[in-house]
Structures are given as structure tokens and as C-alpha cells.
């Protein structure tokens, strides 16, 4: 165990449906982030929250709506979303420093029909 | 922009074998860089971050190289184990908001 969950582990939907992904972190860090892994392609950060602010967002399509509360949750909204967007959604989180390692949840396994 | 290659994208080695897995980066102005390690469907595990004015880290079996004025990164993995299988990915570091560019991976198999 890394320290970050996330919830669920598998989610299939539809692509009328809205449905939130989960992530929590228990290590105190200051910073969080969305990364996507599909097939065949490298990992892509999606969003970079520090200190609970939106710092990055890497030309995510409006359908992917993240949000903050505080330091320890994070959240990624989905809605309307299309089946390319099925994928490998990770969760990180770190201390931001020059030093810093990002540990990295499980995922959710996402499939849109 | 920074693009991040690695080479082999596979590699299937006997149990005991000593290898070496290649990352390229286009940018030589990091910060620092990262090898992890992804099981299948799983998520990541950092295994060695080697900082831009490092050469060098070692963790157990596992040697980690800079060379950050050619672009280039090594992992070098001594007495592979079957435990050992997985996908080997590196990342580079270029900013202060912990952004990381990662390249594809490379998924070794040791056969025992």
C-alpha cells in the first residue's frame, strides 16, 4: 500500500451517465494529481492540484472536471464522456519539493460504452 | 517540448540474466528523474529518483544513470528474478509543479 486509494477500482459507463472518481491520500502531501494511461500510449497528467489549487491543466476536455476540497481528496467528475476515454485513471500524490517522489494509487479501471 | 523514449518497448530474459533498460529525453534542462515500476492494472511504484546533479543511485539490485548533457538514462537490473516481471517506466521532471513526462515503458519479462 502506497498511502493513496482510490474508488472504485472499475466503473463502466455509459456515455449520458455522470459519475465521480475518488481519490484520497494519507501521507500529508501538498500537491495531487490526475494522470490517464491508455493502451499504447505513455501516461499523461491531466490535472496538477497544489495546495489545493489547480496549478496544471494539461488541455483536458471539459467533459473531465477535477475538484480539490482540501489537501487530502480529489476528485475527477466525469460526464457525457466518449469511449476513447476509456482507460487506466491514476491518482498521485506528493510533497512538492526538488526532491519530492510522487506515490501513485491503484487506479480506476474506466470502460465507456 | 520533452519527449521521453525508452527502449526496448519488451524484453524477455532468463531468470539470473543482468540487464539494462534505456530512457531518452529531448530536454536536458530537468530537474530530476524517475524510474517506476507498474505491475499489470496496477498503479505505480517509484523504485530510484536521480536528481539533475546526481549521476547515480543505487537500491539493491537496481542501478540507476544520468547522463543529463546527452539525454540519456539507465536502468540496470543484476541477478533478474522472475519477480522482477513487470513494466518499467521513466520520467522526467522539468518544473516546480512536479509535472513528470513519461515515456512509454518497457514491460520485461524473466522467465525462471
Known amino acids: 500500500e502506497t498511502g493513496v486509494t482510490q474508488t472504485p477500482r472499475h466503473l463502466v459507463m455509459g456515455m449520458t451517465n455522470k459519475k465521480s472518481l475518488k481519490c484520497e491520500q494519507h501521507?500529508?502531501?501538498?500537491?495531487m494529481y490526475w494522470y490517464k494511461q491508455s493502451a499504447k500510449k505513455p501516461l499523461e497528467l491531466m490535472f496538477v492540484?497544489?495546495?489545493?489549487?489547480?496549478?496544471e491543466n494539461n488541455s483536458v476536455p471539459s467533459r473531465f472536471s477535477p475538484e480539490c476540497p482540501n489537501s487530502s481528496h480529489l476528485f475527477l467528475h466525469l460526464h457525457t464522456l466518449q469511449p476513447e476515454d476509456s482507460a487506466l485513471y491514476l491518482c498521485?500524490?506528493?510533497?512538492?519539493?526538488?526532491?519530492?517522489?510522487?506515490?501513485f494509487g491503484p487506479g480506476t479501471r474506466l470502460t465507456v460504452l | 517540448k520533452q519527449e521521453v523514449t525508452q527502449i526496448p518497448a519488451a524484453l524477455s530474459v532468463p531468470e539470473g540474466e543482468n540487464l539494462v533498460l534505456n530512457c531518452s529525453f529531448t530536454?536536458?534542462?530537468?530537474?530530476?528523474l524517475q524510474w517506476f515500476r507498474q505491475d499489470p492494472g496496477k498503479g505505480l511504484t517509484s523504485l530510484l529518483l536521480?536528481?539533475?546533479?546526481?549521476r547515480e543511485q543505487t537500491s539493491g539490485r537496481l542501478n540507476a544513470s544520468l547522463d543529463k548533457s546527452s539525454g540519456r538514462s539507465t536502468l540496470y537490473i543484476a541477478a533478474s528474478q522472475p519477480g522482477d516481471s513487470a513494466t518499467y517506466l521513466c520520467?522526467?521532471?522539468?518544473?516546480?509543479?512536479?509535472?513528470?513526462?513519461f515515456g512509454q515503458g518497457t514491460t520485461l519479462q524473466v522467465k525462471p
Open positions: 498521485a500524490s506528493s510533497q512538492l519539493s526538488a526532491t519530492d517522489t510522487q506515490y
Open positions: 501521507l500529508g502531501h501538498n500537491a
Open positions: 492540484y497544489s495546495l489545493e489549487e489547480r496549478v
Open positions: 530536454d536536458s534542462a530537468i530537474y530530476n
Open positions: 536521480i536528481q539533475s546533479s546526481q
Open positions: 520520467a522526467v521532471r522539468r518544473s516546480n509543479t512536479g509535472k513528470l513526462i
